[in-house]
């Protein structure tokens, strides 16, 4: 399953954490219909950030679902943490008659934690995605980034060691989601989760992720990885030539696919 190697360092991969997520020969099809993912095999270290890229259709969102326990496999195993996992939508799919601060309280009433608590915690989480000013204002008072850092809290506020993220910045503009990337990967260093990020931004892969993931088109299976090291984050013009591989790759399997 492995495809083009590119640098591998100690920190880049965290061999000596345990892994969260283990996908075994993973297969998944609806009914009589062709499969939609097959022979998955793939394994996420805790604390790892890992960025899942494919064509259009080549069942990224199937594969997270089954990760979260929202579907189950047809073929072959799959091993999650005992308490589960948060997700984060394209969609911030908040509530738009609650303040953020209340969107936020709510995910940790759903998880039995008592009012005093709930509302310093929402505070605390707001703070972390730098939105403390704003934890009065309703879902339409905030910009579209605003929105998505609150869901990103109120992911947080589930406390799941494992974060699903499905294209959560693709409906935003480029200034923003260079913000949010900034956010997110402080988010993801002070509160050490592990995070599998879908995205069809192959730049926005390299930037965020340790390791990139590339599925194959239909059925989808993983066809190559790259891990992504410090010195890609430090140097530009090494950054942009994996993104333009990667980008190479990608091509060659929507091609395939078409
Ligand atoms: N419940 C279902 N029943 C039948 N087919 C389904 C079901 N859910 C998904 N599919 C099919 O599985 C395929 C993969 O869908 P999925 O949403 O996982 O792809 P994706 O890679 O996330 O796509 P995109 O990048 O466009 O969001 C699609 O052809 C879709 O129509």
Redesign the pocket.
């Known amino acids: 399953m492995l495809g083009l190697a590119v640098e591998t360092t100690q920190e880049a991969t965290l061999p000596d954490q345990p892994p969260v997520v283990v996908l075994e020969n993973l297969g998944k099809h609806?009914g009589v219909?062709a499969a939609?993912l097959e022979n998955v095999n793939a394994t996420v270290r805790q604390g790892e950030f890992v960025a899942l890229l494919?064509a259009?259709?080549?069942?990224?969102?199937?594969l997270l679902n089954i990760i979260s326990g929202l579907d189950v496999p047809t073929t072959g195993a799959v091993e999650v943490p005992v308490d589960g996992a948060a997700f984060m939508f394209q969609d911030s799919s908040l509530f738009p008659w609650l303040s953020a601060r209340e969107n936020v309280e709510l995910a940790l009433k759903l998880r039995g934690v008592g009012r005093k608590a709930r509302r310093a915690r929402a505070l605390e989480l707001l703070e972390l995605v730098n939105l403390a000013h704003a934890a009065d204002k309703r879902p339409h008072e905030l910009s579209g980034g605003m929105r998505q850092r609150v869901s990103l809290a109120r992911s947080l506020a589930q406390d799941r060691p494992l974060l699903l993220m499905d294209e959560p910045f693709a409906a935003l503009d480029a200034i923003t989601r260079d913000l949010l990337h900034n956010e997110l990967e402080r988010v993801w260093r002070e509160t050490q989760r592990t995070i599998i990020f879908v995205t069809?931004n192959v730049r926005e892969a390299v930037r965020l992720a340790q390791r990139v993931l590339l599925l194959s088109s239909r059925p989808g299976t993983v066809v190559a990885q790259w891990e992504v090291s410090p010195e890609h984050r430090r140097d530009g013009a090494k950054a942009a030539e994996l993104t333009e591989e990667i980008t190479a790759k990608l091509r060659e399997e929507i091609r395939r696919h078409a």
Do not use: A, Q, R, V
């Open positions: 609806y219909d939609i494919g259009s259709g080549c069942g990224k969102s199937t069809h």
